[in-house]
């Protein structure tokens, strides 16, 4: 009885640390790769679809693929640094991921 509420509890705070998580973002559309484009130096279609799929591949190993639009923009920056130090991934990865996250994020 003791032990099932301690499980319980646990499960619970560690739930409410996991992301919210969607199914990842298909390929962007023609409007969403003007408006990426309009908007951060250096972007192309090819960078933005290489985030998109670092996203797939490394964004869904510890939690489910977190939903982009439920974190508020300006917390990315603050939390993909630390998300791409715990997948081992590099720097050109994470501004690849960043430029991602801020195209698809509405
Ligand atoms: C090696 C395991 C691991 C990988 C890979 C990973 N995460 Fe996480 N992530 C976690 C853990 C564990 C948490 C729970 C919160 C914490 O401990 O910081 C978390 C939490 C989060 C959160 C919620 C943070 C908050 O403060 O609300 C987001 C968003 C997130 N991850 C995004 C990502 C993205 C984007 C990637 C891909 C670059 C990624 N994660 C890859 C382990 C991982």
Redesign the pocket.
């Known amino acids: 009885m003791r032990l099932g509420l301690v499980l319980l509890l646990s499960a619970l705070l560690?739930s409410a640390?996991?992301?919210k998580s969607a199914i990842p973002p298909g390929p962007l559309s023609p409007e969403q790769i003007a408006r990426a484009q309009s908007r951060i130096a250096g972007v192309t279609e090819d960078s933005l679809e290489q985030g998109r799929k670092?996203?797939i591949a490394?964004?869904?190993?510890?939690?489910d693929?977190?939903d982009?639009n439920?974190?508020p923009m300006t917390?990315?920056p603050t939390?993909?640094p630390?998300?791409?130090a715990?997948?081992?991934?590099y720097s050109s990865?994470?501004s690849m991921?960043m430029e991602f996250?801020d195209a698809v994020h509405e």
């Not at 490394?58 to 939690?63: I, N």
């Not at 715990?86 to 991934?89: D, G, K, N, V």
């Open positions: 560690l640390c996991f992301p670092l996203f490394q964004c869904g190993r510890c939690h693929h977190p982009i439920a974190i917390s990315w939390i993909l630390s998300m791409v715990r997948a081992r991934l990865g994470q991921l996250i």
